[in-house]
Nanobody
Framework: QVQLVESGGGLVQAGGSLRLSCITS????????MGWFRQAPGKEREFVAD????????RYADSVKGRFTISRDNAKNTVYLQMNSLKVEDTAVYYC????????????WGQGTQVTVSS
């Protein structure tokens, strides 16, 4: 079974930076679309960014465009989310997710990592 493990969350001040990492198990990582989602208290889970298996197709939510960068290293079975110019409203639990090429939805999810941005 595919397993995703996030790391890198923590407490940072507004304007600071943080890099999240997600390591996935299995030999099929390179065939996955990888995405980052987040959920703030009392809010719905929302899309943040995703990236195709080759890295050639990348999407960002408007709220993070220009501040966050998603990347992947297939040799290390790892996807990253570099977060710069963090705002208080970025505070949320961040989830890593994976979708196969054949799949229509993100079926595999990590446990989440807390990101807290203080003023």
């Amino acid at each position: 079974q595919v397993q995703l493990v996030e790391s890198g969350g923590g407490l940072v001040q507004a304007g600071g930076s943080l890099r999240l990492s997600c390591i996935t198990s299995g030999r099929t990582f390179s065939s996955f679309y990888m995405g980052w989602f987040r959920q703030a208290p009392g809010k719905e889970r929302e899309f943040v960014a995703d990236i195709s298996w080759s890295g050639g197709t990348i999407r960002y939510a408007d709220s993070v465009k220009g501040r966050f960068t998603i990347s992947r290293d297939n040799a290390k079975n790892t996807v990253y989310l570099q977060m710069n110019s963090l705002k208080v409203e970025d505070t949320a639990v961040y989830y890593c997710a994976a979708k196969t090429i054949a799949g229509s939805t993100y079926a595999y999810w990590g446990q989440g990592t807390q990101v807290t941005v203080s003023s």
